[in-house]
């Protein structure tokens, strides 16, 4: 049964920084990629960043490239997501999500991802 736990969300004020992480079992270390994706209230579930299962490939949503940073470390079974320079815009629920086998959707499409967390929420005020 894979598990997928985000942890470190909270309120920061705009140009703050945050570090969420999802501690993953229940599956092979690496096997998996590994994506965040955010909702926020009255939109839909978009992906912010994704990682190959080395963590040598990285993606991200155009909103969110030059500020947040997607990383892995699979020997702790641990993703995480680095975000600095926080807006307003970026307030949401934020999900870890993994995803095996091919893919047949871009990185950033949840349509691959078969397991997801519980979600942490990002408050940045202005």
């Known amino acids: 049964q894979v598990q997928l736990v985000e942890s470190g969300g909270g309120s920061v004020q705009t140009g703050g920084s945050l570090r969420l992480s999802c501690a993953a079992s229940g599956y092979t270390t690496g096997s998996y990629r590994m994506g965040w994706f955010r909702q926020a209230p009255g939109k839909e579930r978009e992906g912010v960043a994704a990682?190959?299962?080395?963590?040598?490939?990285?993606y991200y949503t155009d909103s969110v490239k030059g500020r947040f940073t997607i990383s892995r470390d699979n020997a702790k079974s641990t993703a995480y997501l680095q975000m600095n320079k926080l807006k307003p815009e970026d307030t949401a629920i934020y999900y870890c999500?993994?995803?095996?086998?091919?893919?047949?959707?871009?990185?950033?499409?949840?349509?691959?991802?078969?397991?997801w967390g519980q979600g942490t929420q990002v408050t940045v005020s202005s």
């Open positions: 999500a993994a995803a095996n086998g091919g893919s047949r959707f871009s990185p950033l499409d949840q349509r691959d991802y078969n397991y």
């Open positions: 990682i190959s299962t080395g963590g040598g490939l990285a």
